[in-house]
T-cell receptor, first 114, second 113 residues
Framework: SAVISQKPSRDICQRGTSLTIQCQVD?????MFWYRQQPGQSLTLIAT?????????ESGFVIDKFPISRPNLTFSTLTVSNMSPEDSSIYLC???????????FGQGTRLTVV | GNSVTQMEGPVTLSEEAFLTINCTYT??????LFWYVQYPGEGLQLLLK?????DKGSNKGFEATYRKETTSFHLEKGSVQVSDSAVYFC????????????FGSGTRLLVRP
C-alpha cells in the first residue's frame, strides 16, 4: 500500500487568488495523478505528473490554470490559479503501484471559493 | 470512448437488506474494473477489483463479477450495515492505458438502523 498525505485538508479562498495543494507519499512512485471531484459529481483526471518532466494534462485542463510541480519521487504540488467559485471542488492526489493495478488516494483537499 | 455508468443515488436501505448497485461500462477489449468507496470525510479506498472476464472481486462481504457479455460489474452485498453508508464509485482502466482511471458518477448509499 501507499500512505498519501495531502495539505491542506480544506480551505476557503477568495476569488482571484491561488491555492497550492501539496501531496506527500511515503515511498517513491513514478507517476502521481491529480483528480478533481466537483460537488455531487465523479472524479475527473486533471493531469499526470512524472518526476523530471512536464505534467501531462487531460482535455479541458491547462497548465496556466493548474500548474503542477514534481520535484522528486515522493512529492507533488497542484496550484489552482486565479480561482473562481466554479473551482470549488475536492482535489485528490493519487499514486499507483503497477504491480498491483491499484491506485491509492489521498484524503483530498476540499476547496471552497467565495 | 471509454465511460462508466452507475445507477443514480441515493440508495437508502435498512440494515441487513440486500444491496445491488448497477454499473455498466463502455470500452474496447477487456479493461480492468474497480469499485472504490468513499466514507464520509475520507479519501477513496479500493473496495474490490477484477481484471478479466468472469473474475469475481470480493471484499468485506461485497462482491462484483466481471460480465463481458453485458459489459457490467454490479456491486452486491447480502446484508448491509450502517457502517457501509458511503459513496461507491465504479471505475475502469482502459486496455490502452496502464493508469488512467475513468470513474462513474458515484452512488451514495445510506443504511438506516
Amino acid at each position: 500500500s501507499a500512505v498519501i498525505s495531502q495539505k491542506p485538508s480544506r480551505d476557503i479562498c477568495q476569488r482571484g487568488t491561488s491555492l497550492t495543494i501539496q501531496c506527500q507519499v511515503d515511498s517513491q512512485v513514478t507517476m502521481m495523478f491529480w483528480y478533481r471531484q466537483q460537488p455531487g459529481q465523479s472524479l475527473t483526471l486533471i493531469a499526470t505528473a512524472n518526476q523530471g518532466s512536464e505534467a501531462t494534462y487531460e482535455s479541458g485542463f491547462v497548465i496556466d490554470k493548474f500548474p503542477i510541480s514534481r520535484p522528486n519521487l515522493t512529492f507533488s504540488t497542484l496550484t489552482v490559479s486565479n480561482m473562481s467559485p466554479e473551482d470549488s471542488s475536492i482535489y485528490l492526489c493519487s499514486v499507483d503501484r503497477p504491480e498491483s493495478t491499484e491506485a491509492f488516494f489521498g484524503q483530498g483537499t476540499r476547496l471552497t471559493v467565495v | 470512448g471509454n465511460s462508466v455508468t452507475q445507477m443514480e443515488g441515493p440508495v437508502t436501505l435498512s440494515e441487513e437488506a440486500f444491496l445491488t448497485i448497477n454499473c455498466t461500462y463502455t470500452a474496447t477489449g477487456y479493461p480492468s474494473l474497480f469499485w472504490y468507496v468513499q466514507y464520509p470525510g475520507e479519501g477513496l479506498q479500493l473496495l474490490l477489483k477484477a481484471t478479466k472476464a468472469d473474475d469475481k472481486g470480493s471484499n468485506k462481504g461485497f462482491e462484483a463479477t466481471y460480465r463481458k457479455e453485458t459489459t457490467s460489474f454490479h456491486l452486491e452485498k447480502g446484508s448491509v450495515q450502517v457502517s457501509d453508508s458511503a459513496v461507491y464509485f465504479c471505475a475502469l482502466i482502459p486496455v490502452d492505458s496502464s493508469y488512467k482511471l475513468i470513474f462513474g458518477s458515484g452512488t451514495r448509499l445510506l443504511v438506516r438502523p
